[in-house]
């Protein structure tokens, strides 16, 4: 007599599962090292090339074609370079938004004085917001079961901001150009001097944004082994109170 068993079929696996169930096996000791180690955990040989730097143009562009390779490769760098640049052009992003929400621009008569002043504010917030970002989004990861460092928690936050920096260097000046002192007034109010332009110009500024967050969303995915909405989770809740605190802080003590 046999005893018959329903053969059970498993589901196929997701890009997130099938990663979370890769290893590297070393070629030494045999030791199951995970996916982005370079050296074996247990006999410390070579289990794939080392990265020692990164390549800012090289990284840029294959953040654009691939950010999951692009990750994986920031992750594995020996040397988390750039960063600081990048949350520089966080910092002018914050300032010049603020700015705007507040309308500064009724407060002032000369373009010139509040491009200063926005530069000014962008220094003074570009680090203390990047790394206070940086510790917050990495407790938040930890509470969501991630299991990376702290130093690759600023590596794809740093890296993540590539689009931030675009709008800045690109989007901004043509903003600046274009609409003026009234991009931050209400009398009259952008929307009455260009408003096609305005209309364009803020939803760039607004994919910016939400390609900067899914960056974030793919990069700590990779490097803390999480599920896909529990990042995004974890950077949108980082992203609104960094927002909130600068915007109380500015509307005390600025203007």
């Given at each position: 007599m046999y005893l018959l068993i329903p053969e059970v079929k498993r589901r196929p696996l997701d890009d997130f599962e099938i990663r979370l169930e890769?290893?590297?096996?070393?070629?030494?000791?045999?030791?199951?090292?995970?996916?982005?180690?370079?050296?074996?955990?247990?006999?410390?040989?070579?289990?794939?090339?080392?990265?020692?730097?990164?390549?800012?143009?090289?990284?840029?562009?294959?953040?654009?074609?691939?950010?999951t390779d692009a990750f994986t490769t920031i992750v594995r760098a020996e040397h988390k370079n750039y960063v600081l640049v990048l949350m520089f052009f966080l910092g002018i992003a914050l300032a010049f938004s603020l700015l705007w929400v507040r309308h500064a621009g009724n407060e002032f008569d000369n373009?010139?004085?509040?491009?200063?002043?926005?530069?000014?504010?962008?220094?003074?917030?570009?680090?203390?917001?990047?790394m206070s970002s940086v510790c917050v989004l990495?407790?938040?990861?930890?509470?969501?079961g991630g299991k990376g460092s702290i130093q690759n928690t600023y590596a794809v936050f740093g890296w993540a901001l590539i689009p931030i920096m675009a709008t800045v260097c690109i989007v901004l000046p043509i903003e600046l150009a274009s609409i003026g002192l009234r991009l931050f007034s209400t009398?009259?109010?952008?929307?009455?001097?260009k408003p096609i332009v305005y209309f364009v110009l803020l939803t760039i500024d607004a994919i910016a944004v939400i390609w900067s967050v899914n960056l974030a969303r793919v990069g700590l995915s990779i490097a803390h082994k999480i599920s896909p909405w529990r990042s995004l989770g974890a950077v949108c809740l980082v992203w609104l109170a960094l927002s909130g605190a600068l915007y109380k802080l500015f509307a005390s003590f600025v203007i």
């Open positions: 890769t290893m590297i096996y070393c070629s030494v000791c045999a030791h199951a090292n995970d996916d982005l180690d370079s050296i074996c955990a247990s006999c410390g040989s070579f289990i794939q090339d080392r990265i020692p730097n990164l390549d800012f143009f090289v990284t840029f562009w294959l953040l654009v074609e691939s950010p373009l010139i004085y509040l491009i200063l002043l926005g530069c000014v504010l962008g220094v003074l917030l570009a680090y203390p917001s990047g990495h407790l938040l990861v930890k509470l969501f009398n009259p109010s952008p929307w009455d001097v």
